[in-house]
């Protein structure tokens, strides 16, 4: 069974620090994704990716934010000047089109201390 | 703005009992996704569903898309401790983003 994988599974930064969070989609798929969960509450749309550029962005994807597919098969999202509220898990996730179920990656805890 | 409203918010049974958990809208679904997710982890895709009407069964989970495509519900039969998890609707609706229901947080006591 194809897998979205994610790396790290945890990270811990201070405060102002940037972070990237990787993930490798499953390989034929065309759209890639990127979710947070704060603790307790749903999942939140950030971003979706297709064709090499953003194809949609929620109010949350600011200034703070950007993806990038820098080969084939990475998709990261980097956090510039982390805050304490970026605390969550980041979830990304990939279908091969759209109208398509997402395929979801284990996701990434990230706390900001 | 597009919303699926899931019901109920919370639901605690025991096991061995049947439960229904709703998804609605008031757009029409090109198609609809249910997923689950358990504690600390990605939500995991289910099933999804197309046509209207359609039922779709996974052991003792059945799908059911309404007629219309703007509801959906799924049904567990005879429920096991295995089935805790937050239950999650999800799909788009014409030309907008795709979206997820509000959950259903599901325990199974033993």
């Known amino acids: 069974e194809p897998e979205v994988t994610q790396t790290p599974s945890h990270q811990v930064t201070q405060m102002g620090q940037e972070v990237i969070l990787r993930c490798v989609p499953i390989s034929n798929h065309l759209y890639f994704y990127w979710y947070r969960q704060i603790l307790g509450q749903k999942v939140e749309f950030l971003v979706s990716?297709?064709?090499?550029?953003?194809?949609?962005k929620s109010e949350i994807f600011d200034d703070q934010f950007s993806v990038e597919r820098p080969d084939g098969s990475n998709f990261t999202l980097k956090i510039r000047s982390t805050k304490l509220e970026d605390s969550a898990m980041y979830f990304c996730a990939s279908s091969p089109g759209q109208g398509y179920g997402y395929t979801f990656g284990s996701g990434t805890r990230l706390t900001v201390v | 703005t597009q919303l699926l409203e899931q019901s109920p918010q919370f639901l605690s049974i025991q096991e061995g009992e049947n439960l229904t958990v709703y998804c609605n809208s008031s757009s029409v679904f090109s198609s609809l996704q249910w997923y689950r997710q358990e504690p600390g982890e990605g939500p995991v895709l289910l099933v999804t569903v197309v046509t209207g009407g359609e039922v779709k069964k996974l052991k003792r989970l059945t799908f059911q898309f309404g007629d219309a495509r703007k509801d959906s519900s799924l049904h567990i039969t005879a429920a096991q401790p295995g089935d805790t998890g937050l239950y999650l609707c999800?799909?788009?609706?014409?030309?907008?983003?795709?979206?997820f229901g509000t959950g259903t947080r599901l325990k199974v006591l033993a």
């Open positions: 999800g799909g788009t609706s014409g030309t907008y983003k795709y979206i």
């Open positions: 990716f297709y064709n090499n550029e953003i194809s949609e």
